[in-house]
């Protein structure tokens, strides 16, 4: 596995981003994030499906058909255990495939148990510092780990920054609930139901009371619409509701010139 950053093995107590922040305070909400999902590597992808309802699968399939029929060079960035790369090259999509995150145990595990060492090459880096050359993906997608990053804006930039001009961002994401008929029972799954599930099987509670806090203050989706613009990509991006909102599938384009 190539290196380009570390990871650390023991849990702290979680927190959520605040707005605003410091780089200072970005980088230890960075460390935060990576021993956190460091502690839960190990269950990732049993907990994933549990706790989605098994909707999730379905969810990468969804989005691995958005992905243009030409591309060649794919990025699967915050790819966690890789489950995302290997649904692409799965269906087809994609000549060439890199699946980066800046959690080894993370990495380790879809090497040991979803063979992800020979579906592609596999990379330990962080998505606000890519480690690769301008303009060298046809399409960058992320799964559910936009809401982790310590600086949302830099790490679209750097995602625009390592895309061709045409290529495409596609993202998987919990955003913020905004107001409707289903807020109160999906605040309701996910701040009761989910932390229960995660205590009852997986190894780390408060990782599983992260998530509903994520989401309660990550960006709604007319924001991250507006976060899309401000770091490049064209406008017009199609933001896609998935299970009554629980999920959205985003597919961005960066400007042909
Ligand atoms: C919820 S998991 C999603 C994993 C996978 N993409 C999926 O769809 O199941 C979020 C992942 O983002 C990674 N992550 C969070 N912040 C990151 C960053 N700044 N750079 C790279 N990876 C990051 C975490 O290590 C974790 O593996």
């Known amino acids: 596995?190539?290196?380009?950053?570390?990871?650390?093995?023991?849990?702290?107590?979680?927190q959520t981003r605040p707005q605003n922040t410091t780089r200072q305070q970005a980088s230890v909400h960075d460390r935060q994030i990576r021993d956190m999902f460091a502690g839960i590597a190990g269950v990732y992808d049993r907990m994933n499906g549990l706790l989605s309802l098994g909707f999730d699968a379905g969810w990468r399939r969804n989005l691995t058909t958005r992905i243009d029929e030409g591309a060649e060079d794919l990025l699967d960035a915050c790819c966690g255990t890789g489950e995302l790369i290997l649904t692409a090259r799965a269906a087809g999509k994609g000549r060439r495939w890199v699946a980066s995150d800046f959690c080894e145990p993370m990495l380790r595990a879809g090497v040991a148990s979803n063979d992800l060492g020979r579906q592609a090459r596999v990379l330990a880096a962080d998505t606000q510092r890519?480690?690769?050359?301008?303009?060298?993906?046809?399409?960058v997608m992320v799964g559910f780990g936009l809401r982790n990053l310590g600086d949302l804006d830099r790490g679209l930039e750097e995602i625009v920054r390592v895309l061709r001009p045409g290529g495409q961002l596609?993202?998987?994401?919990?955003?913020?609930?905004?107001?409707?008929?289903?807020?109160?029972?999906?605040?309701?799954?996910?701040?009761?139901?989910?932390?229960?599930?995660?205590?009852?099987?997986?190894?780390s509670p408060d990782a599983y009371r992260y998530l509903p806090q994520s989401m309660g203050r990550f960006v709604t989706t007319g924001h991250f619409r507006q976060a899309l613009t401000r770091a490049g990509f064209a406008e017009g991006a199609r933001i896609e509701a998935q299970t009554l909102g629980i999920s959205h599938l985003v597919v961005a384009r960066k400007p042909s010139n």
């Open 170 to 203: 596609l993202v998987l994401e919990f955003f913020r609930v905004e107001r409707g008929l289903l807020e109160l029972p999906i605040r309701f799954y996910l701040a009761r139901v989910v932390p229960l599930l995660g205590r009852l099987f997986g190894q």
């Open 1 to 14: 596995m190539a290196r380009s950053g570390g990871c650390g093995y023991h849990s702290q107590a979680m």
């Open 130 to 139: 890519l480690p690769f050359a301008d303009a060298s993906f046809d399409a």
